[in-house]
DNA sequence: GATGAATGAGCGTTCATTCAT
DNA sequence: GATGAATGAACGCTCATTCAT
């Protein structure tokens, strides 16, 4: 019987929706000024009931974050890696990056408030992960750019230095685009980062 | 009578004091882990005597993030401004910013911290501040490439688009030395930055 | 038709099973770090279904001590109405407390721990039990010690007294027993408690 | 100047009043019954000036629990030590203890409920405390029943568990009396106790 | 009959802020 | 001016109880 299956595809489900809410709610208060309440009411469940699901206020943070910034990066990952050659790979990689930004922005608009204090046990949690995405992202696409050198399409600079740098220029451009109510869209931007990352802005004379 | 003067010199005096106590704790710490006592008992007050200089302990907080950066932005562009041509004005952007990060790591690692959460009314300020901060930046930077660009040194690309890379790529090169207890000083990255920012990282033909 | 009985019998062996877990969890944790759901699932029941036997955790915890004592009494009361004369009752009285005590030592614990408490009305329902428990094992041994005035084998002082001094020599026993982890076994102290209840400890010079 | 002697002072007279509000609700309700913002109500205080007197409720609780019986041993054992020879000493020991307890009702009941249960932490000191001071008066009572059998005035029986019987029939004429709304003063059961204690209850001959 | 998912009241504790001295 | 004693609002979490199935 389906009883089972039924029950958990629910729990998801309901997982999800609270997930889905506390989103909402953490990316536009911050995590200090939500409630459990808060969120337990805008999922249309008792505060109680969201401890079926999470250990806490903080695991559901943690939980929401983590599961968000996953997905980012798997869809990125997976993009980047149907691309061709490193070239493309560069281009898909930044448009996939903006893409997510642009469609995400209330929650990583978390990533300009911050929000990495409390390292209360659990909270510190978020921040290796975090430091961990980082150094992964940053391996991927050292690993990309040291094909490009051997390729002969880039630079011998150190590769780990030139991927911090490329994956800054995307962010820089997150960065202005979520501070600044701004003009016109963040995926625009991508020719622009790809050019200056590939030419430089020495014109050569 | 320099009385009032001696009042507003002392006054001046003490408010300084306690906003580096404060630096010091709040960096450690962060917002929320600190009480306004701790502050206190640091610099040598009472916790009543601290609203004499602020409002709150977010005044305190903002004023004294807010006021540091001043400091920081006062002399890269004092450091700027002294320079000769372009490039080195461009040099020197790079080198002022990363020198500051390096002599304030605890309390640059604030804003990966983030604490901006709390955006209740008076925290909103120190938002609004970082973001004028930023464009502010962002327009100095611009009209420096501008004149990069007049002169013939820099391509002529959108000058806004190109000085957000250029603080984002310091930015990155900050915020990796920050995050990953790493190797080697953070100034001496510069010539790397400055080489990738003005020649990119596509090997020509 | 036998049905009802069957349901009956069914009803009280369910209800008998959840006493004997319910006084194993209650013994060892006490009854504030017991939760309903333990005992649910200690007695195989859904906590639920625990509703259909008792009004609530204090009820049950209520009747679950309840008829613990009673079936120390009933024991007690028994086997002294079945010795021969009072100074047999009197030693098998001793005896069949201590006996239970020893067999019963978590449960016994209890009342160290006290527990008491919370006399939100059904709680205090079990002081009041045991109120009168007390007062009828009093008026027990006071019946049994007056037998032996009358029979001139004891001196003739207030039979109730008498009779309160007897029963906590035996609680004094016991209570040491259960607070130090002692040395040997509880029933030996019988004749020691026999030897001083009827002798006293003045040495007839 | 003797501003921090006035200090003192009232901190201690505070924390008395605390404590004395503290010990009447505890014994009305219980532990776990009682709200730490009744205290504060009843002493006219506000909840969290408590917390500058005591760690916690907890702390509040052990604290008034184990200064009450120090002072009721401090009393009982320094009249004693004042009294005679060995019998006027056990005179006194009944006396003193039924006194206290005649005039500290409610405190006492405290002990007829347990409430020794909660041993989290800091509860379980309480026990501790519990054990340690019956150990003590164990102790203490057997030295004194070992110098009357020195004296020859005392039968020559294990001197812990002639020590044991006595304070518990101190404790079992405290009982009754707490738990039965009874006839008579507490104190006028010394004779009865002391009478039985040295002569036991068998009619000679 | 049995279940167990769902509820939501209840409480200890911290700490920014005030104000009498 | 300076103090620091006193305040009390605010919140995460548990768990006994209920009731739809």
């Not at 448009?95 to 990583?108: A, K």
């Not at 800054?168 to 979520?178: C, F, G, N, T």
Request: glycine letters at 6%; charged letters at 30%.
């Amino acid at each position: 019987m389906g009883k089972v299956q039924r029950k958990e595809r629910e729990f998801h489900m309901r997982r999800a929706a609270i997930l889905a809410e506390a989103e909402k709610i953490f990316s536009a208060k911050g995590f200090h000024k939500v409630t459990v309440a808060q969120i337990a009411a805008a999922s249309g469940f008792s505060t109680g009931f969201l401890y079926q699901f999470f250990e806490g206020k903080e695991h559901l943070y943690t939980a929401m974050v983590s599961e968000k910034l996953d997905m980012m990066y798997d869809t990125i990952y997976r993009e980047v890696k149907a691309a061709g050659n490193t070239k493309d790979k560069i281009s898909v990689l930044i448009e996939s990056h903006l893409c997510f930004v642009e469609e995400n922005m209330d929650f990583c608009r978390i990533f300009l408030r911050g929000e990495g204090d409390t390292l209360s046990g659990v909270m510190t949690e978020i921040r290796r992960k975090l430091l961990e995405d980082y150094l992964r992202q940053l391996s991927f696409v050292e690993k990309l750019l040291k094909e490009g050198v051997k390729e002969g399409v880039i630079r011998a600079l150190p590769p780990r230095e030139m991927a911090g740098v490329l994956i800054h220029m995307i962010r820089a451009a997150s960065v202005r685009w979520l501070m600044v109510p701004s003009e016109g869209s963040l995926t625009s931007q991508k020719r622009f980062i790809e050019d200056i990352f590939l030419n430089g802005v020495k014109k050569n004379e």
